[in-house]
């Protein structure tokens, strides 16, 4: 009887502290679990994945181009659209691309955004070195911290001003509580408080322009590229698009770079890169 109760005692010792043991990873493991419920529903909310912190910095120039080149092949034959660009943009400016249509503007505007990839090259974005980020990463960048002005509007015709507006901040990941107050806001700063629920069609070109404006803002975007958002509007409407530009880059702590051939409008601008073939001349 004393040899049962002897090893009786010792398997309820080790049955406790299996137990013990059992609980504690459960306790680990609900502990990884939450932790990783708050980073999924932080990064939701912020529309983005949390990037590493030594990535990212506000010190020094918003971008910078270094040795860019961009090459296709054409026929079995390589085209050089861009060759050896350096550039830079920093906070809070108003930074133009001037040249002739096919002088590179539009490639370089698209490699500045990562809607493209260099051939050769760096481009280093807010700290990130852009260049070296796969498609979804960059994606993600540009969804936080970009805005696009294309010269065509890319407005949805049949949403009104304030849904294209809103319309972008779904897209953005900006939550929904935000929407109201931040649509009147960014509509009323590019002038249109009154003509906020009008649809693209009842409004004129430089109207639905600012439009364009408003949505590419609405995020809070730290660069805002833009192709050519004068080419289609009159010497008045363009001067009213650039006074719009002038002001969001005070209000907004936004820099724009834009590509232009309008020599209207150049005086505005706080750097101007002049391009012939691909080079900054």
């Given at each position: ?107 370089l505007l698209n490699m500045i955004g990562g809607l493209d990839q260099p051939t050769r090259g760096e481009i280093w974005f807010n700290g990130l070195s852009f260049h070296k980020l796969g498609d979804g990463k960059r994606t993600m960048v ?140």
């Amino acid at each position: 009887m004393a040899w049962w109760k002897k090893n009786l005692g010792k398997t309820a010792a080790v049955q406790e502290k299996q137990a013990s043991q059992e609980k504690d990873e459960t306790d680990r493991s609900e502990e990884q679990a939450e932790s990783t419920a708050r980073s999924s529903q932080s990064s939701a909310q912020s529309g983005i994945a949390a990037l590493p912190e030594n990535e990212a910095t506000s010190h020094g120039p918003l971008l910078v181009v270094s040795g860019v080149e961009r090459t296709f092949q054409v026929g079995g034959q390589p085209l050089h659209v861009l060759k050896g660009i350096h550039m830079q943009l920093e906070h809070q400016q108003l930074v133009m691309l001037r040249g002739r249509s096919g002088s590179g503007k539009t490639t370089l505007l698209n490699m500045i955004g990562g809607l493209d990839q260099p051939t050769r090259g760096e481009i280093w974005f807010n700290g990130l070195s852009f260049h070296k980020l796969g498609d979804g990463k960059r994606t993600m960048v540009r969804r936080k911290d970009m805005g696009f002005i294309f010269q065509a509007f890319a407005l949805m015709p049949l949403l009104s001003a304030w849904e294209n507006v809103e319309l972008a901040l779904r897209m953005a990941g900006v939550p929904r509580s935000l929407w109201k107050a931040r649509v009147t806001e960014v509509l009323e700063l590019v002038g249109l408080g009154k003509r906020m629920h009008h649809r693209p069609f009842e409004l004129s070109g430089g109207e639905q322009q600012r439009v364009a404006i408003a949505k590419a803002i609405a995020h809070r975007p730290r660069l805002l590229l833009a192709d050519e958002p004068t080419a289609e509007l009159d010497t008045q409407m363009s001067a009213q698009i650039m006074a719009v530009f002038q002001n969001i880059i005070q209000s907004e702590n936004v820099t724009i770079c834009m590509t232009t051939h309008d020599p209207t409008i150049l005086e505005v601008a706080d750097h101007v890169y002049e391009m012939v073939d691909g080079k900054f001349v």
